[in-house]
Protein backbone atom coordinates (compact mmCIF):
# COMPACT_ATOMS: atom_id res chain seq x y z
CA UNK A 1 0.00 0.00 0.00
CA UNK A 2 1.47 3.40 -1.08
CA UNK A 3 2.58 5.95 1.81
CA UNK A 4 3.65 9.12 1.81
CA UNK A 5 5.77 11.02 4.22
CA UNK A 6 6.40 14.28 4.70
CA UNK A 7 9.64 16.42 5.70
CA UNK A 8 11.25 20.33 5.64
CA UNK A 9 8.86 21.84 7.26
CA UNK A 10 10.32 24.53 10.12
CA UNK A 11 10.68 28.07 11.36
CA UNK A 12 11.16 30.50 8.34
CA UNK A 13 11.75 34.29 8.31
CA UNK A 14 9.14 36.27 6.51
CA UNK A 15 10.46 36.57 2.72
CA UNK A 16 12.92 33.32 3.50
CA UNK A 17 12.45 30.10 1.23
CA UNK A 18 11.43 26.79 2.18
CA UNK A 19 11.36 23.50 -0.08
CA UNK A 20 9.17 20.30 1.13
CA UNK A 21 9.31 17.03 0.44
CA UNK A 22 7.03 14.11 -0.14
CA UNK A 23 8.05 10.74 -0.99
CA UNK A 24 6.16 8.00 -1.69
CA UNK A 25 6.76 4.57 -0.64
CA UNK A 26 4.99 1.15 -1.41
CA UNK A 27 4.66 2.49 -5.24
CA UNK A 28 6.08 4.31 -8.58
CA UNK A 29 5.48 7.91 -8.35
CA UNK A 30 4.95 7.49 -12.34
CA UNK A 31 1.54 6.83 -11.98
CA UNK A 32 -0.21 8.93 -9.73
CA UNK A 33 -1.31 12.87 -9.29
CA UNK A 34 0.09 14.27 -6.27
CA UNK A 35 -1.04 17.13 -4.40
CA UNK A 36 0.22 19.48 -1.77
CA UNK A 37 -2.71 21.44 0.91
CA UNK A 38 -2.37 23.63 3.57
CA UNK A 39 -3.89 23.67 6.19
CA UNK A 40 -3.79 26.80 7.92
CA UNK A 41 -4.39 27.22 12.31
CA UNK A 42 -8.33 27.20 12.33
CA UNK A 43 -8.98 26.73 8.58
CA UNK A 44 -10.20 24.02 6.21
CA UNK A 45 -7.77 22.37 4.18
CA UNK A 46 -6.89 23.60 0.52
CA UNK A 47 -5.21 22.73 -2.53
CA UNK A 48 -2.41 24.79 -2.81
CA UNK A 49 -0.69 22.79 -5.95
CA UNK A 50 -0.68 19.60 -7.78
CA UNK A 51 1.40 17.92 -10.33
CA UNK A 52 0.42 14.78 -12.69
CA UNK A 53 3.86 12.69 -12.56
CA UNK A 54 2.57 10.89 -16.05
CA UNK A 55 3.17 13.83 -18.03
CA UNK A 56 3.91 16.47 -15.79
CA UNK A 57 1.09 18.93 -15.89
CA UNK A 58 0.52 21.31 -12.69
CA UNK A 59 -1.44 23.34 -11.25
CA UNK A 60 -1.69 26.10 -8.58
CA UNK A 61 -3.86 27.96 -6.10
CA UNK A 62 -4.22 31.48 -7.52
CA UNK A 63 -3.36 32.86 -4.02
CA UNK A 64 0.18 30.90 -4.03
CA UNK A 65 0.81 31.48 -7.95
CA UNK A 66 4.61 32.83 -8.74
CA UNK A 67 5.73 32.45 -5.09
CA UNK A 68 4.90 28.10 -5.03
CA UNK A 69 6.99 25.87 -6.91
CA UNK A 70 5.76 22.07 -7.52
CA UNK A 71 8.28 19.78 -9.28
CA UNK A 72 9.12 16.11 -8.85
CA UNK A 73 11.89 13.04 -8.77
CA UNK A 74 10.65 10.05 -9.72
CA UNK A 75 13.69 8.01 -9.06
CA UNK A 76 13.76 9.48 -5.99
CA UNK A 77 9.84 9.06 -5.51
CA UNK A 78 9.77 12.08 -4.27
CA UNK A 79 7.65 15.53 -4.85
CA UNK A 80 8.71 18.91 -3.80
CA UNK A 81 7.28 22.24 -3.39
CA UNK A 82 9.21 24.99 -3.20
CA UNK A 83 8.09 28.19 -1.47
CA UNK A 84 9.89 31.43 -2.40
CA UNK A 85 8.98 34.60 -0.28
CA UNK A 86 7.47 33.40 2.19
CA UNK A 87 4.10 35.13 4.25
CA UNK A 88 2.95 34.89 7.68
CA UNK A 89 -0.59 33.15 6.17
CA UNK A 90 2.00 30.41 4.74
CA UNK A 91 2.19 29.16 8.55
CA UNK A 92 0.64 26.21 8.71
CA UNK A 93 0.44 22.16 8.23
CA UNK A 94 0.80 21.36 4.54
CA UNK A 95 -0.19 17.37 3.76
CA UNK A 96 0.71 16.03 0.46
CA UNK A 97 -1.82 13.37 -1.00
CA UNK A 98 -1.49 10.56 -4.07
CA UNK A 99 -4.54 10.26 -6.22
CA UNK A 100 -3.95 6.77 -8.38
CA UNK A 101 -6.77 7.17 -10.57
CA UNK A 102 -5.93 10.54 -12.78
CA UNK A 103 -3.77 11.35 -15.24
CA UNK A 104 -4.78 14.68 -14.67
CA UNK A 105 -4.05 16.86 -11.20
CA UNK A 106 -6.61 18.76 -9.13
CA UNK A 107 -6.85 20.75 -6.24
CA UNK A 108 -9.74 19.02 -5.07
CA UNK A 109 -8.92 16.92 -1.87
CA UNK A 110 -11.46 14.56 -2.01
CA UNK A 111 -10.29 12.85 -4.89
CA UNK A 112 -7.20 11.74 -2.57
CA UNK A 113 -7.12 8.61 -1.89
CA UNK A 114 -3.30 8.48 -0.04
CA UNK A 115 -2.38 11.02 2.66
CA UNK A 116 0.91 12.03 4.67
CA UNK A 117 1.03 12.79 8.03
CA UNK A 118 1.55 16.14 7.16
CA UNK A 119 4.86 18.94 8.07
CA UNK A 120 4.68 22.34 10.13
CA UNK A 121 5.94 25.57 8.61
CA UNK A 122 6.24 28.81 10.66
CA UNK A 123 6.49 31.95 9.28
CA UNK A 124 7.75 34.61 12.00
CA UNK A 125 10.59 36.57 12.41
Known amino acids: QAQLVESGGELVQPGGSIRLSCTLSGASLNFYAIGWFHQAPGKEREGVSCISTAHGGTDYAPTVRGRFTISKDTDKNTVYLQIDNVKPEDTGVYYC??????????????????WGQGTHITVAS
Open 97 to 114: AADPTSIDCYLVKTIYTY
